[in-house]
């Protein structure tokens, strides 16, 4: 299953820059992200792996709503040039790679320390959400309020009532 979820997660991120539409991109999109998230799901990270999830359809929603809102094209699926300066795009991405390749080689990785936390999702929340479990909840709030503002503006009547 894990083999299946990886080739699925990688094949559908590099059909979010061969497909000729936003919609599409979108779609290929969530469904890497899904494939992501049911890994993590896979390897008994239930919480991270749920998060992901709900994280990444609330996020497409948002993006969808939002191409439907603002395209010029009915709902981004028009087909439309996905890349810009593509030789440029190329060199940059191959010379990132190469430099990120190079560095799993030749780092001198620290010898592990310690023993593995019995609960890795209760010791990554600890470390993340620690001291700024306020802030989290603020920040929670308000990415629900730019949800439902964005829900409001894409009804039919738009932002102005008739």
């Known amino acids: ?45 239930q919480y991270l792996g749920l998060l992901i999830v ?19 094209n009915p709902a981004g699926l028009m087909p439309m040039k996905m890349v810009h300066n593509e030789r440029g795009a190329a ?14 080689f030749l780092v001198d990785w620290p010898a592990r320390k310690g023993v593995p936390p019995r609960d890795p999702t209760h010791a990554l929340g600890l470390s993340i959400m620690g001291p700024k479990m306020l ?5 929670g709030v308000a990415i629900l309020a730019t949800m439902i503002a964005t829900v409001v503006l894409a009804t039919r009547r738009g932002r102005h009532d008739a």
């Not at 497909?19 to 990270?45: K, Q, W």
């Not at 802030?135 to 920040?139: G, L, R, S, W």
């Open 54 to 72: 709900l994280m990444m359809i609330m996020e497409m929603l948002v993006m969808a709503v939002f191409m439907i809102m603002y395209m010029m």
């Open 91 to 104: 060199i940059i991405a191959a010379a990132a790679f190469a430099l990120l390749a190079a560095g799993v």
């Open 135 to 139: 802030v989290m909840m603020v920040i």
């Open 1 to 45: 299953m894990f083999w299946i979820l990886a080739v699925l997660a990688v094949a559908s991120g590099i059909a979010v820059f061969v497909v000729d539409s936003m919609a599409r991109a979108t779609f290929a999109l969530l469904t890497s992200l899904l494939a992501v998230g049911a890994t993590f799901l896979l390897i008994d990270l």
